[in-house]
């Protein structure tokens, strides 16, 4: 089955420093790739997405490309800010669920903290 | 604005009691699901609607149920069979029929055991 693989953390960066977090991913197919970021005691936001190959999804200073030869989506941000830290979640959908819709595969997340 | 309503934010159940979370959505979307996070891990499908009156089993559907009576309106009840029910729960609606449409997430609800 589909299945998505991130960095471990916490990741403890300073203050304007680069970001890379890691996800590679393992699907039959086309998915399409989710960055999703989780701030203290909230639900999930949507980040950032690409739907096909070669995509760069792109908000808030975050960039994710998709990546089909390496099955990879890395999100990295050029210089991070306190105010990023919270856990990030990279999924994949793309398996039709029965009767329709659209089942995400999550990966177990990765904590980032951001030091003055 | 539009958005997906959890209540309440924290509950909790005592020993051999069913409990019920709200979740309500103005997006106008067809599709809705559940999801059960614990610490550490990924978010894990509970249950899913694609339309009013009909519902589907996620990953771990055991010892939960949904109703979904309304478009706008997808509660779960978390049943005295669920063992282990301390965990926060989400919801989550998106547009059907289109894998690459993302999901939009509410605040969650946590529930812990008296």
């Known amino acids: 089955g589909d299945s998505v693989t991130q960095m471990e953390g916490p990741v403890t960066l300073s203050e304007e420093a680069c970001l890379t977090i890691n996800c590679t991913y393992t699907a039959t197919g086309y998915p399409s790739l989710f960055w999703y970021v989780q701030y203290p005691g909230e639900g999930l936001q949507l980040l950032l997405k690409a739907t096909k190959a070669d995509d760069k999804g792109s908000n808030k200073g975050f960039e994710a490309t998709y990546r089909k030869e390496t099955t990879s989506f890395h999100l990295e941000k050029g210089s991070v800010q306190v105010s990023d830290s919270a856990v990030y979640f990279c999924a994949l959908t793309q398996t039709w669920l029965t009767g329709g819709g659209n089942k995400l595969t999550f990966g177990t997340g990765t904590q980032l903290k951001v030091e003055l | 604005d539009g958005g997906i309503t959890q209540s309440p934010k924290y509950l909790f159940r005592k020993e051999g009691q069913n409990v019920t979370l709200s979740c309500e959505q103005n997006l106008n979307h067809d599709a809705m699901y559940w999801y059960r996070q614990d610490p550490g891990q990924g978010l894990r499908l509970i249950y899913y609607?694609?339309?009013?009156?009909?519902?589907q089993k996620g990953d771990i559907a055991e010892g939960y149920s949904v109703s979904r009576e309304k478009k706008e309106s997808f509660p779960l009840t978390v049943t005295s069979a669920q063992k282990n029910p301390t965990a926060f729960y989400l919801c989550?609606?998106?547009?059907?029929?289109?894998?690459?449409?993302?999901?939009?997430f509410g605040d969650g609800t946590r529930l812990s055991i008296l």
């Open positions: 609607s694609q339309i009013v009156n009909d519902f």
């Open positions: 989550a609606s998106s547009m059907a029929g289109r894998s690459n449409q993302p999901q939009h």
